[in-house]
């Protein structure tokens, strides 16, 4: 039989045939755009086609009995094409109860009669399907290649390059022009790799800095809102008071009380003394306040909480709305069915992880609270103690004094309450107690604050700094990727000529053949709407003159 070198399909039959039950006549034009919906049967006439010539669907996969309709068993395929000299011709192909049949223009051939016609079938799918040729021959397709390409030697390649691409590429070892541009392609995968490994982790940066930013705000209005009330508090404590002169009538009444306390015996001095220094240890003891020294670990502890809560929804909302035909957020590959529980496996992984890790800097936030709740609590409790048992002390040292001297003991203790009226006042000045533990509570609160506003902005510089530093870090990586890319073109677009201008004949050619794939499609008055292929761009075949 004489080998067709060019054909053109003009009308195809379809019956028991995956899902074409019935007989179905399709007429083909030039060129053929095929669009449905899911499971209209677009890949089942693509699959008709290659069966029809190979004996196999359009994927070349060996398992013929999915190809049976379920109602239908009986498999005709009919397929009407000119060739090169515009005969026109009939193939036939029928397949009943494992018995295959096939007709050319009416007489019965054999599938080696068919290879002599349109060439092997690994060269016949991987026109008609280059997905096979990529995915199904693997490394076979390179032996595929080399069979019908000829060997072209580097130096007849290196000298038909531009002069700059032949100085890039002198000192290159080229073993196979295959290998050294899958080479460089995997050098552009892994910049693109971590261009996008950047420019994730700076988008990150980017949410986390206007995170930062948001409670930078958040921080500095409440600390001025304390900073207010302690100024309105503070002005109000000492409104109208002199406390210079009560300062001064502080000291006044302290001195006329120890030159009351010099005129008793010498133990009653000593104990008038002891009163005093105990007084102004009292006074002292009581204008002490609680510093803190869990603010810092406390507020970076809350931030990472935070952080990681944040994340924590985050990749909780992506789990609940993943499903199958989204790109996996790790390897960027489509997700199918069969890889779907892996990849949630993997989402969910994630989510726990960062759960465990979100749970144990929540315990030691908890942990951080509770000892520096322990720890106010002593402080208060031992300050409390310290100035029970110095009131009491101070209480003795009275009653001794008035035992000794209860001549001078109104005028002592008229001094005394007068004093400790002068150290209460000089204290709380016009504040009731309320206000003035409210004042010590604003204080505690804006020192807080303060502490968690500075270590936040140190993490907002380090932010805006790493931000800055991956910004530089992708230019130098997109710079080289563009470089070996261009570079890769280059190379590929020589050999093309070379091949084309020494290569033989093909042996196969399938004119003008074009069939696109898609979801959706809708054609009113005959008119094709712009839009429809919006998917399975991937997947459209294309043969023209090869």
């Known amino acids: ?94 397949r009943r109860n494992n018995d295959m049949s096939i007709y050319y223009d009416g007489h019965t051939i054999r599938q080696l009669d068919l290879t002599d016609l349109f060439g092997e079938r690994d060269v016949f799918l991987s026109i008609l399907n280059p997905l096979y040729f990529i995915e199904e021959l693997g490394t076979n397709g390179k032996n595929l290649l080399e069979r019908y390409l000829p060997f072209i030697p580097q130096e007849t390649i290196l000298a038909q390059l531009p002069s700059a691409v032949q100085a890039s590429l002198k000192d290159e070892v080229i073993l196979s022009p295959d290998a050294y541009l899958k080479g460089r392609r995997a050098e552009i995968r892994e910049l693109e790799e971590r261009i996008t490994y950047l420019g994730g982790q700076k988008d990150l940066a980017a949410t986390q800095e206007k995170q930062y930013e948001t409670m930078q705000v958040e921080f500095s209005e409440g600390i001025t809102a304390l900073q207010n009330e302690i100024e309105a508090l503070a002005e109000k404590q000492f409104a109208g008071l002199d406390t210079a002169k009560m300062q001064e009538r502080l000291v006044e009444l302290s001195q006329r ?196 506003l500075s270590a936040l902005n140190e993490e907002l510089d380090d932010l805006v700094s790493q931000r800055a530093s991956r910004s530089i870090t992708m230019d130098d990586f997109l710079s080289k990727s563009t470089e070996i890319n261009n570079e890769i073109i280059n190379v590929e677009g020589l050999l093309q000529s070379s091949i084309q201008e020494q290569r033989p004949k093909a042996r196969l050619d399938m004119h003008s053949i074009e069939a696109a794939l898609s979801d959706d499609a809708s054609f009113p008055d005959g008119k094709i709407e712009p839009g429809f292929l919006d998917r399975y761009t991937n997947r459209i075949v294309k043969s023209n003159n090869r």
Request: aromatic fraction near 6%; include cysteine; charged fraction near 35%.
């Open 1 to 94: 039989m004489k080998k067709i070198e060019q054909f053109q399909i003009t009308s195809m039959s379809i019956s028991g045939f995956k899902s074409y039950e019935k007989p179905t006549e399709l007429t083909f034009g030039d060129p053929t755009v095929i669009t449905g919906g899911n499971g209209r049967g677009k890949t089942s006439i693509a699959d008709a086609i290659a069966f029809a010539v190979t004996g196999l669907p359009f994927f070349g996969e060996r398992g013929l009995d999915r190809l049976h309709n379920e109602k239908n068993p009986d498999v005709t395929i009919q397929m009407r094409f000119v060739d090169e000299n515009g005969i026109t011709h009939e193939l036939t192909r029928i």
């Open 257 to 452: 009380y120890d030159e009351m306390a010099r005129d008793e015996r010498g133990d009653t001095v000593q104990r008038q003394k002891e009163l005093h220094a105990l007084r102004e240890k009292i006074v002292c003891r009581q204008a002490e306040q609680y510093q803190s020294k869990f603010t810092e670990p406390l507020a970076e502890i809350a931030a990472k909480v935070n952080d990681l809560g944040t994340r924590y929804k985050r990749e909780s909302v992506a789990y609940k709305a993943f499903h199958a035909g989204m790109d996996c957020p790790t390897c960027h590959r489509r997700v199918t069915e069969e890889t779907l529980p892996e990849v949630q496996a993997a989402l969910k992984k994630t989510i726990s992880e960062l759960y465990a890790a979100g749970t144990e800097q929540k315990g030691q936030l908890t942990e951080l609270q509770e000892m520096d709740k322990k720890a106010k609590e002593t402080f208060e409790a031992f300050k409390e103690a310290d100035l029970h048992k110095w009131a009491e002390d101070a209480a003795e040292l009275e009653r001794r004094c008035a035992e000794q001297s209860e001549t001078g003991s109104q005028a002592a203790e008229s001094l005394r309450s007068e004093i400790q009226n002068l150290t209460a006042e000089l204290e709380y000045g016009n504040l009731t107690q309320a206000e003035y533990d409210r004042l010590r509570e604003c204080r505690e609160q804006c020192r807080e604050l303060e502490s968690k």
